[in-house]
């Protein structure tokens, strides 16, 4: 028989091999497909829960800074006004210093609603300064507006321009 006559035998064994080495490529081109899709999913997850993680800590984190900022103004508040107490009994013992500044720093009158205490000055001027420096500028801008004693009608109108 001449080169070009293949025998029938022979020729379905060569179309059985071409289908396997198609069937073999397509199969692989669907794996690499796969495994390019299992891929980019578990990077998308692994995103997801590395976002999830952030945010969660960052609120945790957040919250346990405006608490304590919150414990800070209360100690702050309650020495304010075991000051006050104090500085009545001085008045009414007639023992009161007369210089009218001492232990404050008046900001408008000796009236003890328009002054800071030295206290509070130190801890607004703490304050200040991480804000300006850029530190929690949103926590730090409403600690600053209630030790200044902004009204709620101030704060508001601030906090909406910042």
Known sequence: SSGGDM???RQSETETIEDLKRHVDNLTRRHKIEIETLRNEAIFNANQEYETKLRNWQETSEQRHLEEVSQL???SSRERQRLLREMEVFKNRGTFLKEPSVGRISLTSETSESCLLETEYEYLKEILYRYLKGEHTNQ?????LAILRYSETEKLAILNES
């Not at 730090?140 to 600053?144: D, E, S, Y």
């Open 7 to 9: 025998l029938p035998e």
């Open 73 to 75: 103004m209360e100690d």
């Open 140 to 144: 730090l801008l409403k600690v600053i």
